[in-house]
């Protein structure tokens, strides 16, 4: 995949909020006639559309009934030893006035025949972001 197309209100804070993850612009431009960029971490690549005049995106994460594009994942499986702990790092990168929304704390989950850690949090617009980490194989 080339990259994941995310809408945003406000492209400076969403940038922001993606530095704070990790990642970093790579290339700046103008789609039609609002800002556009392209950042890179985490092994992957997305895209910031600024939207003028931006109306609130369904609770994709909340609603059990959404039907649509549900979350970006990343997978931090060589990156990181632990997602709690990696998550607190991550919550000192966030300034108090905005502060990091968790919307699933790190827990294990069996996936197929692995054993994953997996947590959301909320990106700067609300959209949910999902990060695991493969642990190991499954006990059954």
Not at 94 to 105: A, D, M, Q, V
Not at 120 to 129: Q, V
Request: charged fraction near 20%; proline fraction near 7%.
């Amino acid at each position: 995949m080339h990259h994941a197309s995310i809408r945003t209100a406000d492209i400076h804070r969403a940038i922001a909020f993606y530095e704070c993850l990790g990642f970093t612009v790579h290339e700046r431009f103008t789609t039609g006639y609002t800002l556009a960029c392209w950042m890179e971490g985490l092994g992957g690549r997305i895209e910031l559309i600024q939207i003028p005049e931006p109306k609130p995106s369904p609770d994709a994460f909340g609603d059990e009934h959404y039907v649509g594009y549900y979350h970006l994942s990343f997978d931090l499986s060589d990156r990181v030893d632990n997602l709690s702990t990696w998550l607190t790092y991550l919550e000192t990168q966030f300034p108090p006035i905005s502060p990091l929304k968790i919307l699933l704390e790190p827990t294990q989950q069996i996936i197929g025949e692995q054993v994953y850690e997996v947590m959301f949090i909320a990106d700067a617009d609300g959209l949910p972001l999902e990060f695991l980490r493969l642990m190991g194989q499954s006990p059954g």
